[in-house]
């Protein structure tokens, strides 16, 4: 707490006086980051592009996940099966869905195969070095080119 106090230019008595501990604070933290994430989510279903929503939200959960590697798997731990994440879960679901729709995914592609590219791509950001997007990007790539329906004129590209 006093580290974190430090870094964030407060006294230790500030922190604590919002958080009741290192756990309270933690909360408060992955309950940001899932907020985050619902929201990346929400602009990607608004998208009239189903392809392009989903491939910007992806490459936004690489992006934010490299960005807090240092600690974004802690926070996941911490995450409860709340109804943000319950949102997000739907979020996913329908942008899945809508792309299958556009025949831009394979028809067996489920929400479930999205969320497993999830845990995947953080696990890919987690071993590579830090400050080098090319991995996760190119497992990315990988995994969204091998989604796609056959005959699909839409190929994945890599954002950078």
Do not use: C
Not at 125 to 147: K, M, N, Q
């Amino acid at each position: 707490m006093e580290t974190i106090a430090a870094r964030a230019g407060l006294g230790v008595g500030t922190i604590y006086r919002r958080f009741a501990g290192k756990d309270a604070l933690l909360d408060a933290i992955a309950q940001t980051f899932v907020q985050e994430m619902d929201q990346a989510a929400a602009v990607a279903v608004a998208d009239p592009d189903p392809v392009r929503g989903l491939e910007r939200f992806l490459d936004f959960v690489g992006a934010f996940n490299a960005e807090k590697r240092r600690y974004a798997a802690a926070l996941i731990d911490r995450v409860t099966n709340d109804e943000v994440s319950a949102r997000t879960a739907e979020r996913i679901r329908q942008l899945t869905q809508a792309a299958v729709d556009a025949k831009a995914l394979a028809p067996d592609v489920t929400a479930q195969d999205i969320k497993t590219l999830i845990v995947a791509l953080r696990g890919v950001v987690t071993a590579s070095p830090e400050r080098d997007d090319t991995a996760w990007r190119r497992f990315l790539h990988i995994h969204l080119t091998g989604l796609r329906a056959t005959g699909s004129t839409r190929a994945a590209r890599p954002r950078r």
